[in-house]
């Protein structure tokens, strides 16, 4: 059902439109209904108390859909945050409408006062946050270990259900669930990769999607950090799509990458599922969409098709870095460079004295740049170990 209108402050949708979904309801028999845009609470209590049955919006839907997938602890913490995050902003309202009445979606409130309901909401948040910032902690110190041993990190990325895991799985032979479903994937697992004599740390992370609230991506935030520390993004594209939907589902994930601070980390585009194109589609939708698309490979994640071509194509990329050292004296301006560096660089060793700090790293040569004026200014001594010295 479509209207459109300005959104009425009662329901939405026009009182006309809501008498049609009362009879919509009692023939079809359906027993929840899905708004595709947000609804305030007191939209959602009048939707609900017309229709008689449960009424839901979209934020609410992908929180329902990522519910049914998360098998991790993490993921499972995450979804709860969100949820909480969100009633927090409801439930002064919500307490006041569910005095006396007992709608679909508002039961079992009415004993509550706004202030202890807000109160309870907000113990449980800190509690699930303090279990999720140890979690963090865990995987700092798991990224810190792969730093030491040199390992460079690629993060795959996309919209959901573009074909991620199925690269996963091919690329590490793994056997990462794979489905049509929407958020198969919830929680980062990552795998050692090795071709060429080099050898990769692969993670698979959770799919974009388009108006993906703000709210959920604070709360997968720890899941899609992997994506801000890696040295290479292969962002999978579902190829057996329309031109502009593969337009749009490029840009948004484009946006989320920036939204996540990792917009300037290389980015290698896989455009996926070219088995079920035939070569001339294949062709043409290159050319549509060669300027709109960062560095793309048409590839088959599934029939493994172009797979050693997306290998070519990464070391290509990766072997841009060039290594280094330095060392500066400990001064109050190090430490936030220290961390800087940390971010933006791949950390071979570090090692600390009383009065000074020794680091080897490799990174892209403006960042390299960078780091060299900065060590300049903090008074150290930095050169450049490998042949592409500048």
């Not at 080099?198 to 959920?216: K, Y």
């Not at 290159?286 to 960062?294: G, M, Q």
């Not at 098709?305 to 500066?328: C, D, P």
Request: charged share 25%; aromatic share 6%; hydrophobic share 40%.
């Amino acid at each position: 059902m479509e209207q459109t209108r300005r959104p009425d402050a009662r329901y939405q949708i026009g009182a006309g439109k809501v008498e049609e979904l009362v009879k919509l309801v009692e023939t079809t028999g359906a027993q929840k209904i899905i708004f595709d845009n947000a609804l305030r609470t007191l939209q959602n209590y009048n939707l609900a108390k017309a229709t008689r049955i449960e009424v839901i919006d979209r934020f609410q839907l992908i929180l329902e859909l990522f519910r049914r997938r998360a098998t991790t602890t993490e993921a499972q913490l995450q979804i709860q945050l969100a949820t909480l995050q969100n009633e927090l902003r409801h439930a002064r309202e919500k307490v006041r409408l569910s005095k006396g009445s007992e709608q679909p979606g508002f039961m079992g409130l009415g004993v509550y006062e706004a202030d202890i309901y807000r109160d309870a909401i907000k113990a449980q948040v800190q509690t699930i946050r303090k279990k999720l910032r140890r979690i963090r902690e865990k995987r700092v110190l798991q990224r810190e270990r792969r730093a030491e041993l040199g390992f460079l990190t690629i993060s795959l990325a996309g919209y959901t259900s573009a074909g991620k895991s199925t690269l996963f799985n091919t690329l590490t032979q793994e056997t990462a669930m794979v489905d049509k479903s929407l958020f198969t994937t919830l929680s980062t697992q990552t795998r050692i990769l090795e071709f060429s004599g080099r050898r990769f740390l692969l993670t698979d992370t959770v799919g974009f999607i388009d108006r993906l609230p703000v709210s959920l991506i604070e709360a997968f935030h720890s899941t899609l950090e992997e994506t801000i520390f890696a040295d290479l993004i292969i962002l999978v594209v579902d190829l057996d799509e329309p031109l502009k939907s593969i337009e749009k589902k490029n840009n948004i994930c484009l946006q989320t990458i920036d939204q996540l601070g990792a917009s300037d980390i290389p980015i290698v585009t896989t455009l996926n599922k070219i088995d079920c194109l035939s070569p001339q589609e294949q062709t043409e939708k290159l050319f549509a969409l060669k300027d709109k698309i960062k560095n793309p490979l048409l590839l088959s994640a599934k029939c493994q098709t172009n797979i050693v071509e997306l290998k070519k194509h990464v070391l290509r990329v990766l072997e841009h870095y060039v290594a280094g050292e330095f060392s500066v004296p400990l001064s109050g301006n190090v430490m936030p460079f220290i961390s800087w560096v940390h971010k933006k660089a791949d950390i071979h060793k570090e090692e600390f004295t009383n009065d000074s700090v020794h680091i080897i790293l490799e990174a892209e040569p403006s960042i390299m740049e960078q780091i060299k004026k900065k060590v300049q200014i903090l008074n150290g001594k930095f050169r450049f170990t490998s042949s592409q010295q500048h």
